[in-house]
């Protein structure tokens, strides 16, 4: 679990579109993925330990299609879409492959180049109380920062957030 901050906008319609509701973001994430396991590259080669760590920072500027399906003086719950431009940096980008039987460690950075912007989408939900706290969930339905043949890196996000509303 890592923190997420963002400033967002948003903007409500007219009269007869009241129940849908447009929502402007700049949301600033690091995301971090560690992964270890223990194979050997044929059945003749020694065993080996595997680790694989990344970490992600993001900015991500987005528009956000929301419907107030539930709706009252008191409260607010909706459903909808985000669509989201991410500018991401990869500080730790590192494969570690450790031999235990011949003492021999080998480390590989940047092995794989990740994209530095990519575009992500996600299905929202959320509550608002009195027009000024908000708490929402959402889970990343596209997007993929990496452009391999053979693989390729899709984030599945969720995500839970608390808001205040200015």
């Not at 590192?94 to 235990?100: F, L, Q, S, V």
């Not at 021999?104 to 912007?117: A, C, L, M, Q, S």
Request: charged fraction near 15%.
């Amino acid at each position: 679990m890592t923190p997420a901050f963002g400033i967002g906008m948003d903007i409500y319609s007219g009269r007869n579109l009241d129940d849908f509701t447009i929502r402007f973001e700049l949301v600033y994430s690091s995301l971090y993925y560690n992964g270890n396991g223990t194979s050997a590259d044929n059945v003749l080669s020694p065993e080996k330990e595997r680790n694989y760590s990344l970490k992600v920072h993001s900015i991500t500027p987005s528009a956000g299609f929301l419907y107030n399906f539930l709706r009252s003086k008191t409260y607010k719950v909706y459903a909808g879409v985000k669509i989201g431009y991410n500018l991401s940096s990869y500080p730790l980008n590192e494969y570690i492959e450790t031999t235990p039987s011949t003492n021999t460690t080998r480390t590989i950075k940047n092995d794989y180049e990740f994209e530095k912007g990519w575009l992500s989408g996600s299905a929202n939900v959320g509550l608002i109380l009195s027009n000024k706290f908000e708490v929402m969930g959402s889970f990343s339905i596209i997007g993929s920062f990496s452009n391999y043949i053979n693989y390729s890196v899709k984030p599945n996000i969720i995500y839970g957030g608390v808001a205040y509303h200015l």
